[in-house]
């Protein structure tokens, strides 16, 4: 991460928003409930379940700090000062493997918000990378880790 912020959709700063909620309310008050069954079972010196829910309290207290200092480093990117048309972050660009003939459609965004599952790349991956600044109708070659790949931009959206 950049020193000057990191740029996040709006979509990517309420998720990482909504995940520290949870994390500072329900799972918090989760691992204080598993804490104290554990404590109420004795002995702390050989309690594998006291031991877990430190853990786990240390793992969650770590995340939660991890994502305040995201949070408050975030830059949400304003799609009216982005060029329509060009792949830039936040972008959704529908593309055509020229190789395949199959057709893939790819949201742009930071690597804070990268989720393979949902279509979501990250514009520091070769992919992503490749395909920044480019516009509709364009040819696209990108060489990743298994060779070239080739791919015409179709449509690029954005929201």
Same mark, same amino acid.
């Given at each position: 991460?950049? @020193?000057?912020?990191? *740029?996040l959709?709006?979509?990517?700063?309420?998720?990482?928003?909504?995940?520290?909620? *949870?994390?500072?309310?329900?799972? =918090?008050?989760?691992?204080?409930?598993?804490?104290? #069954?554990?404590?109420?079972?004795?002995?702390? $010196?050989?309690?594998? +379940?006291? /031991?877990?829910?430190?853990?786990a309290?240390?793992?969650?207290e770590?995340?939660?700090?991890?994502?305040?200092?995201?949070?408050?480093?975030? #830059?949400?990117? /304003?799609?009216e000062?982005? @060029?329509?048309? +060009?792949?830039?972050?936040?972008?959704?660009?529908?593309l055509k493997?020229?190789?395949?003939?199959?057709?893939?459609?790819?949201?742009l965004? $930071?690597?804070?918000e990268t /989720? *393979?599952s949902?279509?979501k790349i990250?514009? $520091?991956? @070769?992919?992503?990378?490749?395909?920044?600044?480019?516009?509709?109708?364009?040819m696209?070659?990108?060489?990743? @880790?298994?060779?070239?790949?080739? *791919?015409?931009?179709?449509?690029? $959206? =954005?929201?």
């Amino acid at each position: 991460m950049s @020193p000057e912020g990191i *740029y996040l959709t709006r979509q990517g700063y309420e998720k990482l928003r909504e995940q520290l909620e *949870y994390l500072k309310t329900v799972r =918090r008050r989760d691992i204080i409930e598993e804490l104290n #069954r554990a404590i109420a079972q004795g002995d702390l $010196s050989e309690n594998a +379940e006291y /031991d877990a829910a430190k853990e786990a309290q240390a793992q969650n207290e770590m995340r939660i700090a991890e994502l305040e200092k995201k949070l408050t480093r975030a #830059r949400i990117i /304003d799609d009216e000062k982005i @060029p329509a048309g +060009e792949a830039r972050i936040g972008a959704t660009v529908k593309l055509k493997d020229l190789g395949s003939g199959e057709e893939l459609q790819y949201t742009l965004v $930071s690597e804070v918000e990268t /989720d *393979y599952s949902e279509g979501k790349i990250s514009i $520091s991956s @070769p992919v992503g990378k490749g395909l920044l600044g480019h516009k509709e109708n364009e040819m696209v070659e990108i060489k990743v @880790p298994a060779g070239i790949l080739r *791919y015409k931009i179709l449509k690029i $959206s =954005r929201g």
